[in-house]
């Protein structure tokens, strides 16, 4: 099965800063999401991304299906940014979602 | 409704009894997952639905776990015989067919 690697494990900003996050597939993926999950453990799916850029206030991503790769950028961050983003896809046939181990957040005020 | 609905939030049993979780999905929703989450770790698929069918039984860890889903809505996971290694937090999803998905708060499961 495909494999989903996460960069950075972990980040540390301080509000106001810029961030990206990364996501590496092994495979050709579909179906590509990102999830935000805050400290309280809700899981919230924050983009559908198979393919080119979306946007959505403050955050953005940009998926390069052909080279296998995702990324998340956060701008101006804020303290409420903080908790664990995952990005997850599914490989074609398979409807399951193999997700990465995820990038911890922390955003100090 | 207008979310995911899981049920209970919490739960706390003893080892060797059985358990069941409940999945209220997205109303319109024909796509339905199990995913289970150890503390700290990632998510780990366990079944996937379509309408009431499940085309993926793959993640299911062992024998003692079962699912079913009746009348394209609401889906049970049960844990027969529970093990301590059995805790984690259970999360259920759902969506349209190869979409995106939607997830509900949980459960989350302690055997002592």
């Known amino acids: 099965g495909i494999q989903v690697e996460q960069s950075p494990p972990d980040l540390i900003l301080q509000e106001g800063a810029n961030s990206t996050l990364r996501c590496n597939f092994s495979?050709?993926?579909?179906?590509l999401q990102w999830f935000h999950q805050n400290p309280w453990g809700q899981l919230i799916n924050l983009f559908y991304i198979p393919s080119g850029t979306k946007q959505n206030g403050r955050l953005s991503a940009t998926t390069v299906a052909t080279e296998r790769y995702s990324l998340l950028y956060i701008s101006s961050s804020q303290t409420t940014d903080s908790g664990v983003y995952f990005c997850?896809?599914?490989?074609?046939?398979?409807?399951?979602?193999?997700f990465g181990k995820g990038t911890k957040l922390t955003v100090n005020p | 409704g207008a979310g995911v609905s899981q049920s209970p939030s919490n739960k706390v049993t003893e080892k060797g009894k059985d358990v069941e979780l409940r999945c209220d999905p997205i109303?319109?929703?024909?796509?339905l997952y199990w995913y289970r989450q150890s503390l700290g770790q990632g998510l780990e698929f366990l079944i996937y639905f379509q309408g009431n069918s499940a085309p993926d039984k793959s993640g299911l860890p062992s024998d003692r776990f079962s699912a079913e889903r009746t009348g394209g809505s609401v889906s049970t996971l049960t844990i027969q015989r529970t093990q301590q290694e059995d805790s984690a937090v259970y999360l259920c999803a759902s969506s349209f067919p190869t979409g995106r998905q939607h997830f509900g708060d949980g459960t989350r499961l302690s055997i002592l």
């Open positions: 997850a896809g599914n490989q074609g046939g398979s409807e399951k979602l193999v």
């Open positions: 495979d050709s993926v579909n179906n």
């Open positions: 109303s319109g929703h024909t796509a």
